[in-house]
């Protein structure tokens, strides 16, 4: 299956700090989504991209879309212990329809 | 505005038992997606229904199979269960017709197979 890989795999910062993650593929994906799961529930989505190059805000988080469709990041600004959970990237590849792959995961943990 | 519901919580089952595990989708919503998320990894796809079709399937075996109801809702079942079927199951809702792949997840049904 298609491969997205997130990094880093943690982090550990402390509170008020900012994060910065990213999601890579070999692949081309129509659209590409953030989502944060926290431990035995499932993923929220915070944020979706469909155009390359698209930047978009969801209050303290901002993610943009790469021009070649194969990369993405996620900033979270003034981190806060809410902030703790595992973030996925996920998304539809070009040629798979609807079929969803999710990446690696990227772990933060906020120290109070 | 309900969001998606997932039933049971929480299952345990016996090797070789069979299992259905029931998703009832966000308002306004017409189709389902199932996924299995296994400890520390990310989800992964097993199938997506519309219009009580099987629209399109992951790399999972005939074991696995759902239905989808005329009230949009969904069920997957699992038969002649292994060890390794023991995961996080993940019922996602979207909207077919907008062209946008916005999912929204349910808390999931955690599975333990012994």
């Known amino acids: 299956g298609q491969q997205l890989n997130q990094s880093p795999q943690s982090m550990f910062i402390q509170e008020g700090e900012d994060v910065s993650m990213n999601c890579t593929s070999s692949?081309?994906?129509?659209?590409w989504l953030w989502y944060k799961q926290d431990p035995g529930e499932g993923p929220v989505l915070l944020i979706a991209l469909y155009k390359a190059g698209e930047l978009t805000s969801n209050g303290r988080l901002t993610a943009q879309f790469g021009i070649t469709r194969k990369d993405s990041f996620l900033n979270i600004s003034a981190s806060i212990p809410s902030d703790v959970g595992i973030y996925f990237c996920a998304g539809p590849h070009l040629n798979t329809g609807n079929q969803f792959y999710f990446g690696t995961g990227t772990s933060l943990t906020v120290i109070p | 505005d309900a969001g998606v519901t997932q039933s049971p919580t929480h299952l345990i089952k016996t090797r070789g038992q069979q299992v259905t595990l029931r998703c009832s989708p966000k308002s306004g919503h017409d189709t389902v997606s199932w996924y299995q998320q296994a400890l520390g990894q990310g989800p992964q796809f097993i199938f997506q229904?519309?219009?009580?079709?099987e629209r399109q399937r992951g790399n999972f075996p005939d074991r696995f199979s759902g239905h989808q109801f005329p009230n949009y809702s969904s069920e997957l079942n699992v038969n002649a269960l292994l060890l390794g079927d023991s995961a996080l199951y993940l019922c996602a809702s979207s909207f077919w017709g907008t062209g946008e792949d916005e999912q929204y997840f349910g808390p999931g049904t955690r599975l333990t197979v012994t």
């Open positions: 229904y519309y219009e009580e079709e």
């Open positions: 692949s081309i994906f129509n659209t």
